[in-house]
Structures are given as C-alpha cells and as structure tokens.
C-alpha cells in the first residue's frame, strides 16, 4: 500500500494551465479506472474535483479535468484563478476493497 | 443538508486506546460504504479503514490492521474507529467519509488524534 506520486508543487498565473501528475502502479491506477481528485483547503474538509478518471461532479467548474494513461493518471487546471490554491490529492482504488491516496501537490497562483 | 460530525480525538499515551466517533445527518449512514481517513502533520491524506452498507465486510491499511476496528451504530447514525495499542505514528487528523459509488463525495471536519507521551 505505498503512496501514489505526485510532484510537491506546481505554480502558474492568473488564466494559465497547470497539470498534477500521480503515478501508481499496475496494482493501482492501471489496473481501475477508479481514481479520483480531491481540493483540500487548509481548515476544510476535503472536496471532490474528479472522479472514474475523467467524471466532474454536477456544477463543478470545467476548467478541471482528469486523464489517465498506464500508471499515471493526471489532473490539469485551465484558467488557472486565486481560489484554486490549495493542496490536491488523488486517490485510487488498489483492489480488496483498499484504496491509496497520494502524497499530495500544493498549487500555488503566483 | 448532508453532514459528518467527527468526535473522540484527543491526546492519548503510546499503547493507550482511543474511540473515534462520526454522527451523520442528511442521509442514512447504512445505505453507503463509510471511510476513515488520516492526515498526519505536515503530511498527506492516507486512506485507514472501510466498512461496506451493511456492515458485513470491513478492510484496513496494512499500518492499523489488527490494532483499529471500523464499526456502525444504525440506531444513531453513527460510524466508529475503535485505535487501540496507539502509537505515535498514528499522530494525526482523522477525517470519516462517505463513499459515493467510486469517490468519497462529503468528508467531515476531522477531529485530532495525538499519540504522546
């Protein structure tokens, strides 16, 4: 059960793109498609932003969107805007009835 | 208005034991699998323990199994994590979460869990 990849930190401007990588395994994110992203905010519980790889929740923003190839699944936030600062985790199920998250990347608006 | 409430955290000597509590509202715990996550300080979310709708199968990270038990009350809506034999590794913020099909849709406020002594 080892933590999935992701880089510590991405940054960008106002308006500009910035894409999380999260890198598992075989056992992991290549074997479902069930990974998921979450925005946590320091002092707020965590909030769901993708889910089955590519699924945005009703009313979510599309400027967040998930992809997945092999091991490494992704999330990319276009427009990028001050509020979207925070820490994002992914997860994914690991089979018997497990699941894993990552070690998490702050995003930070310049 | 779906809420998860967590309760129970405090500080708590290595080896001692501890009950988590989650009180749900807004809908009724039973009819989903329910989730206990952690957050060490500075660290990232690491996923604990799942109980599934009924409360017939449960599973475990490899780093608490045998020491924490995930359990429910349906008369009061409530979800547990029975930590026993507590060390300070286990130092952290343990949110529960509801798991809506293949994500976990609400997550409570997390209650703090200090293991020192």
């Known amino acids: 059960q080892s933590a999935l990849t992701q880089p510590a930190s991405v940054s960008g401007s106002p308006g500009q793109s910035v894409t999380i990588s999260c890198t598992g395994t075989?056992?992991?994110?290549?074997?479902?498609?069930?990974v998921s992203w979450y925005q946590h905010h320091p002092g707020k519980d965590p909030k769901v932003m993708i889910y089955d790889v590519s699924k945005r929740p009703s009313g979510l923003a599309n400027r967040f969107s998930g992809s997945k190839s092999g091991n490494t699944a992704s999330l990319t936030i276009s427009g990028l805007q001050a509020d979207d600062e925070a820490e994002y985790y992914c997860?994914?199920?690991?089979?018997?009835?497990?699941?894993?998250f990552g070690g998490g990347t702050k995003v930070t608006v310049l | 208005e779906v809420q998860l409430v967590e309760s129970g955290g405090g500080l708590v000597q290595p080896g001692g034991s501890l009950r988590l509590s989650c009180a749900a509202s807004g809908f009724t715990l039973s009819n989903y699998w329910m989730h206990w996550v952690r957050q060490a300080p500075g660290k990232g979310l690491v996923w604990v323990s799942r109980?599934?709708?009924?409360?017939?199968?449960?599973n475990y990270a490899d780093s608490v199994k045998g020491r924490f038990t995930i359990s429910r009350d349906s008369a009061k809506n409530t979800l547990y994590l029975q930590m026993n034999s507590l060390r300070v590794e286990d130092t952290a913020v343990y949110y529960c979460?509801?798991?809506?099909?293949?994500?976990?849709?609400?997550w409570g406020q997390g209650t703090l869990v200090t293991v020192s002594s």
């Open positions: 109980i599934n709708s009924d409360g017939s199968s449960r």
């Open positions: 075989s056992s992991d994110i290549g074997a479902y498609d069930f």
């Open positions: 997860c994914s199920y690991a089979g018997r009835n497990t699941w894993v």
């Open positions: 979460a509801r798991m809506q099909v293949t994500s976990f849709d609400f």
